[in-house]
């Protein structure tokens, strides 16, 4: 008997996230998450950082302003842990952003 491939949605996906210790997802680990993601221009997150992920934002296509930084199509951010950082959309933008490991509540708002 001939298996398939199984089809995920990306649609089905909460916020672009698809590889993670969350649900849905289209492979659970803790080992890492991924997520592709798109923004229109304007969007804004403000800033902050993990204290034991490091992240990496791939700028697919668009451009993104991070810490008073501009960065554009093919530019790869390497964020360490406890290193702050906002963003925002200058143009509709595609995000690739991969977290390594994948540690649930890693995620803390940096107050002024």
Do not use: C, R
């Amino acid at each position: 008997m001939k298996q398939e491939p199984e089809v995920l949605k990306l649609s089905d996906m909460i916020k672009g996230w698809f590889i993670g210790n969350f649900e849905p997802s289209a492979y659970q680990t803790n080992d890492v998450e991924v997520g592709i993601k798109k923004y229109d221009a304007g969007d804004y997150e403000s800033s902050h950082y993990h204290k034991i992920a490091t992240e990496f934002t791939i700028i697919l296509n668009g451009s993104v302003e991070m810490n008073n930084t501009i960065y554009s199509d093919g530019d790869i951010i390497k964020i360490l842990p406890g290193i702050s950082t906002d963003f925002k959309a200058l143009t509709s933008v595609t995000t690739v952003v991969v977290k390594i490991p994948g540690v649930n509540n890693d995620k803390y708002i940096k107050y002024k």
